[in-house]
Each structure stands twice: as C-alpha cells, then as structure tokens.
C-alpha cells in the first residue's frame, strides 16, 4: 500500500495541470464563441496566417 | 443610353453619402496602447463570411487583431496608427456586402457573459474534482475494510475530504448564493434542498472521516455537483439568447444621421448618433436610406416605404410637408427633413416602449421545472425530517445515526435526474431545428410553444412574400419595352418588373422619374412613360384590387402591368394544419381590409384584423391574452414588433428586420412558412420527453427514498443510484435525435 504515497500525488498533480489548463482556455476566451470555433476548423485560414506571420 | 441617364445615376450615387463614417468617435484605447473597436457586423452566415471578413482585414496595414464572434456576430478590431483609421476599416467590411453597426463594448463586460464563465469554472472544477475523488472511492468500494485495513481507509476519506470539501465551497456557490437569495426574499426553490444536501453531505462526511466512520458521501456530494451544474450550464446558455427587448431595440437607434449644418439645405453635412438629434434639426436622407427619426419634409419629392410601420406594400408618395416615420425607408430621392422629435420620442421609440411593457408581462410564465421544484422541495423536506424523527423516537436510533439516516435521504433525492430533465432536451432539440435552419432563441421557447391555442400572422412579409411580382402573362414587345424604362427606377414595382423580364433592353434616351407618378424617355424620338394610372393610364379601365403600372408609348392606348403581393406557396397547408390541431388562426394587418381579407381567404384563414396601427395590433393581443389565450404571433415587421415581444412565443422570418428578430423568440430560415409548423411538432415531442424524464426521475425517487428511509444505502449505492438516473435521463432526451 506504500505505493500510494506516491501514486495518489502524481493522480491529483496530473488532475490539477487539466484543470489549471482548463482554466487557462476559460481565462484566454476559448469558450465564448463556440458556434464560431465549430466553423473555423473547416476554414483554409491561410490567409491569415500570412497576415500573421508579417507581425 | 441618353446623358440625362448618366448624370442621373451619377446624381443619385453622390447622395448617398458614405456609411462608414462617424465610427472614429467610438474607438477606444487598450493596455497595449492599441486602438480598438468593437461593431457588429450583419449577414454572417457560415466560416467563408468568417474567413472573409477576417482575413481582408488582416491583410490592411496597421491592423494587430481581427476576430469575428460567430456567436455575438461581434466584430473586435486592434490597430495601430491613428484613430480615423476606423472608417476605412469599416468600409472594408461594408464593401465586402455586410452591414455595420456600432456596438456598444459594455456588453462584454456584462453580467451574462461573466455568468457563463463563472458557471463553466465550477463546472471545470467540479469535474476535475470528481474525476479524483472517484479514482479513489472506486478503491473504497471495490475491496473491504478488513483488507485495506483503517488506516488505509481513513487516508483515502482524507484525500478525498481535500479534494471534495474546497470543490463543495467553491463549486456550489451558484447554488448557495440562489438559496441564500430565495431564503432572505422569504420563499424557497430548488436550490434550498440542494445546498443543504450539499453542506450536510460535506459536514456529515467530515464528521465519519475524523471518527474513522465508512459513511463518507464526498464521491457522492461533487458528482451532485457536477450533474447538477452541467444541467444548470446547459439551461444558462439555452436561456442566455431570450429575447433582449430594450437594449437590442435602442441600438437600432444608434446610427448615424446627415445633419445639415446651420439649418441650411446646403452646405457640407456632419454624421451624428441618432441618439443626439434635437427637435429642429435638419436631416439629409439620401435615397436607399431609412428615415432615422421621425419628422416632416422640408425639401425634396420622394417614395416612401411605409411597410415596417404600417405593413402596406404599396410605397407611399411624400412632399413638402408630410409627416415621416423612424424606420421607413427613403426609396427614390434624397429628402430633407425637420426633425419633429428628439429620438427618444419617436414612434420607434413608442414602439420600443410598447416592447418594455410586453417584455415585463412576459416574465411572469412560469417553467415547468420551477413548478416541479416548488412542489419538490417540501416533500423532500418532510421526508428527511420524517426519517429522523422516525428512526430516533419509534426506531430507538441514537441521534447521530437518525441524522445519517435523515442525510442520505437528502442526498440520495437530490434531484440530478431533475435538474437535467428540461435543459438536456431543450439543448437536443434547438440543436436539430437549428440544423433545419431555425433558430431558437431561449430554451424555454418550446415549452411555451407547445401551450398555444391561438396563431397569429402578419400579412405582409409573413404569409406574402412581401414584395410584388408581376401577376399575368403579357405581350413580349411590350414587356421588352416597359423593362427598357424600370431598369432606371428603384420603386418596387419597377423593380419586380425588371425581375420578370431578362431579355434584352431598348437603349432609351433623356430618361427621367418622376416622384409618385413614373418614369419617362424617349426611344426613337417617340415619348415613353411608365407609371401610375393616373399619370399615364387609362382611367377608363375599371380598378382591381391589384398594384398597377401603366405603359404609355405615345399614339397607342396604354396597356396595364398587375403585380399582386404572392401568397407563400404552404400558407394554406401551414394554416391548415394548425387548425386540424385544434389551433384558432387569427390575421392582423396593416394593409386595407379588401387586401387583407383577400390574403386571408387565399390561406384559410377566417379571423382577420385589418387596417391596424402598432399599438392596435398590440391591444388585439392584449384582448387575447385576457381570455385565457395562449397566443403563438408570426410577424417580420416594426409593427409587429411588440405584439412579437409580447406574445407568449413568436417567430420571425430570416427576412425579418432586426427588431422583429430580436423580439422574437424563434427565427426560421429558407423563404418558407412550413418551418412554424415543424417547430411546433418538435416543441410538442420536446415537451412529451420533458415528462417521461420527470416521471422517470419521480420514479427513481420513488425506488430510492424507501431504500434510504430504510437505512439501507450505502456510499456505494447513493453513487450508483444518482449516476444512474441522470444517465437514464439523458439516455431518454437523446431519441428525440432519433424521432421523426
């Protein structure tokens, strides 16, 4: 049983980098337009990219 | 092609005066030091608009950010350089075909949009918490005591009370404060049994944890949590999109207006805000433009189209003189108006107010799911006290284990199943009508939608087409000349006229149109004219009910062209159908009564109220409403906007203004009627699968709340059972992506 000394931190470490990703995506507005995210993964966005590049 | 022509157009271009301009007023300044500028952009459809828009204008110079919301239609831009770069930005857009309007930034930052996230944080926190907790009660309940041992045991509840009891303060906070803000108002509702099961589940298995007890609830106390708040998300942003009357309707107001400087009629002219006209300002509106304010004449000779305000087809011929309305639109000449009214007290804006008011008598409907928790709650209530006082005076428990006992009942009927029974079908069911192409705006709109007993229809734009098209077959000759001549007109009946005919033109020379009577030219030195009966027709010929244009070629008697305002193709079936369902179908009109009747016999539909202003459209709805009626109103206009805003569910066609679209609560796509009927029949199969999963969750309560009145759950079981309910539930919500 001793190896949950180190098994139950490593589970919750690995739990806690989710959530704090998760939180991140939340925070940077990932959530807040996903109709449009539906539509974007179909878009050829080359252009811009290119736009994107130039900065 | 004569000079005159040229010049004409050349003449008419000139008016119109640029849209995108008057946006540098509001730019604003970020931390990074960047202008931005937030519009709303209308006409996006699909991820082509996306990309179009978007990628235009990354590729201009200074630009650091673009980002089109899809969802808010919402348009955030970045730049660098100076502020009047703005316009420019906004002609891009404008050029590419999509309309602009200013936006008001605020929004973001509103209550609603912080709501969302914060609901979407604890739902996060919440998952992630029972994800862990699971891992280890799933070690708990899979071997014994006797083998683990109790120290082993003891650890694990301690890992779990650190995982669960912060989740439980932070994740259950949407609950707590709702109970919290039910209790001090004096009354109770669903969340009042939910935070207490939720603080009791908490405490009581702190309480076994630290007394080496296996009563510990944790698991079961975050999976609560998290069913409960998936539920809670999904009605959030199923209800977020309800209808936002006042605010929506006062952004119409706020674009921009031609003021003529110094009360001259020339001279150059500054765009302003709406918003800011005064009573005796003096406003250019060019031809192709909407009034924006309501006033009189000063100059100029023009058509109007009066079809939002009043719903008549017919443009309506104005002069010096005449009294003009927000919202129509300025079809065939630049005018120059007085304004009558601050903007604010414009017949738009009585409309607006009108809205208010619908909107308030909206909100006292009262959800299915509120009623079932009102009469859930005392029930559960008196259950768990029950099981106390039970078990501790007749059964001879100690206290503490009457408690437990009382708490597992808490915890057990809390009401998971319950909390998604609604939003989960509501989430199903707009996904599948927004895949055909209609629209849902609040969730709750198919709950009421299945309720009505009364239809409503708008004439104009609703059950017609709401423009005319040529009625008839006509001689071609004559059809090739009359084309010739409304190719140089925008009134609608040239228009639907050039529409019907797609041969080749006459090059006519010295054209001219003349406001309210027609248009003239020459054509081989021959006189030409097109236009009213009056101007150039044969008053002799008796009148019908049709629209008419007149060809008048010089020596010849003229010949007559009939436009009718079409009837959709499924009016009559729709209008049917709703009848064979039992539903009374009621028109209101602004149009004549001989034009409505007319409509109305050609769709079936024998109660019509003609010849209505607004405000009397509103007060039949009133009447209505006061006989116990549960109106259904199709509209697409200004006019109908606050019959649209107050009755119990509304539609607006795609084509719809934007006002009418705001004010109701299901827009449907594809130019025809039937998409009402189809969502009635979904609203209606919506609201059947909402009470069988109220019946299976009554039913689950009914298998469990014995069990634990008994004492016999477990840990174990309290997960099994409340999993398992909410995913019968969900189970059941998900034919209706199976049924017809």
Request: glycine fraction near 8%; aromatic fraction near 8%; charge should be negative.
């Amino acid at each position: 049983m001793n190896i949950l000394i180190y098994l139950i931190p490593i589970a919750l470490l690995l739990g806690l980098l989710g959530l704090a990703a998760f939180v991140w995506s939340l925070k940077s507005g990932q959530y807040d337009d996903l109709e449009g995210a539906a539509h974007r993964i179909l878009m050829d966005d080359d252009d811009v990219s290119e736009a994107e590049d130039d900065r | 092609m004569g000079q005159q022509t040229i010049s004409d157009n050349a003449r008419l271009h000139s008016a119109v005066e640029p849209q995108s301009s008057g946006y540098e007023t509001l730019v604003q300044t970020n931390d990074d030091g960047l202008y931005v500028l937030s519009v709303l952009v209308s006409g996006v459809h699909c991820a082509g608009c996306i990309q179009k828009i978007e990628s235009s204008l990354a590729r201009e110079q200074g630009i650091r950010g673009v980002r089109l919301n899809f969802s808010t239609r919402r348009l955030a831009l970045e730049w660098e350089g100076t502020f009047e770069q703005a316009n420019a930005y906004v002609a891009i857009i404008e050029a590419l075909g999509y309309s602009v309007q200013p936006y008001d930034i605020d929004v973001e930052k509103s209550e609603i949009f912080k709501e969302e996230r914060f609901l979407l944080l604890c739902l996060g926190v919440a998952g992630f918490a029972m994800g862990n907790v699971m891992l280890l009660s799933v070690g708990l309940w899979s071997t014994t005591t006797e083998t683990m041992g109790i120290a082993t045991r003891d650890f694990m509840h301690w890992v779990s009370a650190l995982i669960a009891l912060p989740t439980i303060l932070f994740s259950g906070r949407p609950f707590f404060r709702s109970a919290i803000k039910a209790l001090s108002a004096g009354h109770t509702n669903m969340d009042v049994p939910i935070s207490l099961a939720l603080v009791l589940a908490g405490g009581m298995s702190l309480f076994e944890t630290v007394n080496h007890g296996e009563h510990v609830y944790f698991d079961s106390a975050v999976m609560l949590i998290f069913f409960l708040l998936i539920g809670r998300y999904l009605d959030f942003r199923a209800r977020k999109n309800a209808r936002s009357t006042a605010t929506d309707l006062l952004s119409s107001l706020s674009g921009f207006a031609n003021v003529v400087g110094g009360g001259g009629f020339v001279g150059n002219t500054n765009r302003i805000l709406i918003r800011d006209l005064e009573e005796g300002m003096i406003v250019r509106v060019a031809a192709g433009e909407k009034f924006p304010i309501d006033g009189f004449i000063i100059d100029g000779e023009s058509d109007i189209d009066t079809s939002l305000v009043t719903g008549e087809t017919m443009p309506r011929t104005v002069c010096v003189g005449a009294e003009i309305f927000a919202g129509t639109l300025n079809l065939s000449a630049p005018v120059t108006i007085k304004v009558a009214a601050a903007a604010e007290d414009s017949l738009l804006a009585d409309i607006v107010r009108l809205m208010e008011k619908a909107g308030q008598g909206q909100a006292q409907y009262v959800r299915l799911a509120d009623r079932a928790a009102r009469l859930y709650t005392p029930v559960v209530h008196s259950c768990a006290v029950l099981a106390f006082i039970g078990w501790w005076i007749v059964g001879g428990l100690v206290w503490q284990d009457a408690l437990m006992v009382s708490i597992t009942v808490l915890i057990i009927t809390c009401p998971c199943a319950l909390g998604l029974a609604v939003p989960v079908v509501q989430v199903l069911a707009t996904g599948r009508l927004m895949r055909e192409g209609i629209l849902v705006k609040s969730g709750d709109a198919l709950e009421r939608l299945s309720d009505i007993d009364t239809v409503m229809f708008d004439k104009t734009g609703t059950l017609t087409l709401g423009q005319p098209t040529l009625d008839g077959v006509y001689d071609n000759d004559m059809m090739q000349m009359a084309a010739s001549l409304t190719a140089h007109s925008a009134h609608p009946l040239s228009r639907a006229l050039s529409d019907a005919y797609d041969g080749v033109l006459y090059g006519v020379s010295n054209v001219e149109e003349i406001s309210g009577k027609g248009v003239r030219a020459d054509y081989n030195g021959q006189l030409i004219k097109i236009g009213s009966r009056a101007w150039c027709g044969d008053m002799d010929v008796p009148q019908s009910k049709a629209l008419e244009l007149w060809l008048n070629i010089a020596g010849q008697p003229p010949v007559a062209f009939r436009f009718i305002d079409h009837v959709h193709k499924d009016a009559a079936e729709v209008v049917e159908k709703f009848i064979k369902n039992g539903i009374d179908v009621v028109m209101l009109s602004g149009d004549r009564q001989a034009v409505a009747d007319d409509i109305a016999r050609q769709c079936g539909i024998f109660k019509v109220y003609a010849e209505q202003t607004p405000t009397q459209k509103y007060d039949v709805l009133e009447r209505f409403k006061r006989d116990g009626h549960k109106v259904l109103m199709v509209g697409d206009g200004l006019n109908d906007a606050p019959v649209l805003a107050g009755a119990d569910v509304s539609f607006a066609p795609g084509t719809a203004i934007d006002m009418a679209q705001n004010a109701a609560d299901i827009v449907f796509m594809g130019g025809k009627l039937h998409p009402v009927y189809a969502t009635y029949k979904v609203a209606n199969l919506t609201q059947k699968l909402v009470k069988q999963n109220f019946a299976l969750a009554v039913l689950y309560n009914m298998i469990a709340v014995p069990l634990a009145l008994a004492g016999f759950v477990t840990p174990l079981i309290a997960a099994v059972a409340m999993s398992g309910s909410s995913l019968i539930v969900i189970a059941n919500s998900f034919r209706l992506r199976f049924s017809a």
